[in-house]
């Protein structure tokens, strides 16, 4: 048993982890989950050994050569290719002999990297990194893995492969802990715990940290003939939105329902934003006098709701992309692509790495030009005049990392022509005068997203705008950009985080470039089923599944087989002992996309060909 003590762990000025009390036990994949500097990274080093923990007993591992430990940058040397890569590994930890390369092609192949051994690690996807990353962490057999945000930022055909790997080494007797944002991740494993500022807010298996959720959640549909009073709540600090939902927590449960209000059943996500809320009131109350940021209100909730902007009454069509094509020499990166954006939609592009995501938003934005097919912005070839109508945040963020908040609000208010919103203006003087490097990675976000909606875009394009973000910013952000729908203002989102799709109005998922499904989130999943094994040797049933090469995921102690039939899987199973229960349910999101990837590598379009 792998166990922490009320540890402490402090970083110079800043108290990273306070009195944290844990145990990780053997077989079991436990998950860390919090916003960016919550202090998941830091409990992985304390695990690790790699920081100094106080008190110096409350740290019980068994041996530290036992350890294996993926950083978030994955780990890898981008200068070597991945046979080097396992070469060099393999030297440090003393592995020889034909047991050694026999791991080291058993674990290459599930990952899907058998084809890729002389390729240059830096020039992998960031996928297929972290699948490397995974394996270096994992040759010598250890009895701890710690993972730190391996498929933050993955697409979610990579994510459920690393899940495989996550899964299949708990299967062979680890103990696995990941740090993670993407909360549809955390309820997969066994055991969680929540951080926040360093503290432990909740522990257990999800459905324990669920039951025991602070106060109360209450949920309301978003109608446009609600009342005032249920509007005024809707802005309350206390809400939030999920799609066409409204959320709003009471720190009192036993209080009635308010206006137009019924309980809710609350998942993780929505369990985890009443912590988060439960915090920072605490936080509140201990400094009354504390300014608080737009980041933890972003509304004022006394506005008059009657008087707010006016909504946009154009109805024309923001984007249409007709049967785009764009080839590059001989490759297909598009093909007869279609998409569309209307005033006050909001429109999720999917897809895993290389499906042609960058390349349609190139074109969108006038970067590039298409091979064939039409695209229009505003109902024109998209240009410069057209591209200052839209409000556009890069995944790489835009920002100057020298610059302050404030500065950085002013340069590119400068640019738009605009003076600072007074509500940005607030957010970035809450967050001081450090360089925006030095700020939290869901801060630097936020303050990506005013900076590129000040000037009041048509159009708002945003390239993962919630990545590392804790689930209460996620939330008001989600807030904030539903508000800006309703108001006529289009949005397209990528994402890879799969809870956040299923906020958008439409999805369009590309796959090899071409569009593989679009809809609804529910139009799309209800389309595949995926079996469901419940046994109680799960970890058994795991690796007879993984070892036919059927594509198996962990569900806490349940194994999901998408896009298998039960014949298939009962044959697989024959040798375990005891009751195995079969049932059938819609497939997630995740493995739709992961099946659509499946269909498209299993019966490839004629002509097309891979990079090299």
């Known amino acids: 048993m792998i166990a922490l003590h009320d540890a402490s762990v402090r970083l110079g000025k800043v108290q ?34 790699r920081v100094r923990v106080t008190p110096a007993q409350s740290i019980a591992v068994n041996d530290r050569r036992e350890i294996g430990y993926q950083p978030a940058d994955a780990g890898v040397w981008r200068n070597l290719s991945v046979n080097e890569n396992i070469e060099f590994v393999s030297r440090v930890y003393g592995l020889r002999g034909s047991r050694t390369r026999a791991r080291a092609d058993e674990l290459l192949r599930r990952a899907g990297l058998d084809h890729a051994r002389n390729r240059v690690a830096g020039r992998l996807s960031g996928g297929m990194r972290q699948k490397l990353g995974f394996v270096l962490a994992t ?43 993407y909360l549809d991740e955390a309820e997969r494993a066994a055991q969680l715990f929540l951080l926040g500022d360093g503290k432990l807010l909740a522990s257990g298996a999800p459905d324990d940290v ?7 959640i209450w949920r309301a549909p978003t109608r446009s003939e609600s009342s005032v009073e249920e ?27 308010p206006a137009g209000f019924e309980p809710d059943t609350p998942d993780l996500e929505n369990t985890s934003i009443a912590l988060l809320l439960e915090e920072e009131d605490t936080h509140e109350k201990r400094q009354p006098t504390a300014k608080k940021s737009v980041d933890a209100d972003h509304t004022d909730p006394r506005r008059d709701v009657t008087t707010e902007t006016p909504a946009r009454t154009s109805s024309a069509i923001l984007v249409q992309a007709s049967d785009v094509e764009r080839r590059y020499g001989a490759f297909a990166a598009l093909r007869g692509v279609s998409l569309d954006v209307a005033p006050g939609e909001i429109v999720g592009l999917l897809g895993g790495n290389g499906a042609g995501k960058t ?42 990392p020298s610059l302050s908040a404030i ?28 360089p925006v490097a030095k700020l939290p990675l869901g801060a630097q976000r936020v303050l990506a997203y005013y900076a590129a909606s000040q000037h009041d875009p048509d159009l708002l394009i945003l390239d993962e705008p919630t990545s590392g973000m804790d689930a209460l910013t996620r939330a008001r952000l989600w807030k904030d950009l539903r508000e800006t729908a309703e108001r ?76 298998i039939t039960r014949a298939e899987a009962t044959a697989v199973l024959t040798p375990i002992a005891g009751k195995v229960h079969i049932s059938e349910s819609n497939s997630t999101l995740e493995e739709a996309m992961m099946l659509a990837t499946v269909q498209e590598k299993a019966a490839p379009p004629e002509g097309a060909s891979s990079l090299p």
Not at 142 to 153: K, N
Request: with cysteine; glycine share 12%.
């Open 16 to 49: 990273a982890l306070s009195g944290f009390t844990g145990t990780f036990p053997a077989g079991v994949v436990t998950a860390l989950i919090g916003g960016d500097g919550a202090g998941k990274s830091t409990l992985l080093r304390a695990l690790a050994g």
């Open 231 to 257: 509007r005024m709540l809707w802005q309350s600090p206390h809400a939030w939105r999920r799609g066409t939902t409204a959320y709003l927590w009471t720190p009192d449960p036993h209080l009635p329902a």
């Open 488 to 563: 006529g203002i289009g949005i397209l989102v990528t994402t890879h985080y799969m809870q956040e799709a299923a906020q958008c109005d439409r999805l369009v998922i590309l796959t090899a470039g071409e569009v593989s499904a679009s809809g609804t989130a529910q139009e799309i999943t209800a389309k595949h089923t995926s079996l469901v094994i419940r046994t109680d040797h799960w970890d058994q049933a795991f690796r007879l599944l993984r070892n036919e090469g059927l594509p198996v995921l962990l569900d806490g102690r349940a194994v999901r087989l998408p896009g």
């Open 359 to 400: 390349t349609l938003m190139r074109i969108i934005l006038g970067l590039e030009k298409p091979s064939a097919g039409t695209c229009s912005l505003f109902g024109e070839e998209p240009s410069l005049e057209t591209r200052r109508r839209i409000g556009y945040v890069a995944q790489g963020l835009g920002l100057y």
């Open 210 to 216: 669920i039951a025991h959720a602070p106060g109360r």
């Open 407 to 434: 500065e950085n609000l002013h340069f590119a208010a400068s640019v738009q022509g605009v003076p600072v919103s007074a509500r940005a203006a607030e957010f970035a003087h809450g967050l001081g005068d450090a």
């Open 139 to 181: 040759l010598h057999q250890p009895g701890l893995v710690l993972l730190d945000e391996p498929t933050t930022g993955v697409d979610p055909v990579s994510r459920g492969e690393l899940w495989t790997l996550i899964a299949g080494a708990a299967a062979d007797g680890a103990a696995v802990v990941f740090a993670t944002t």
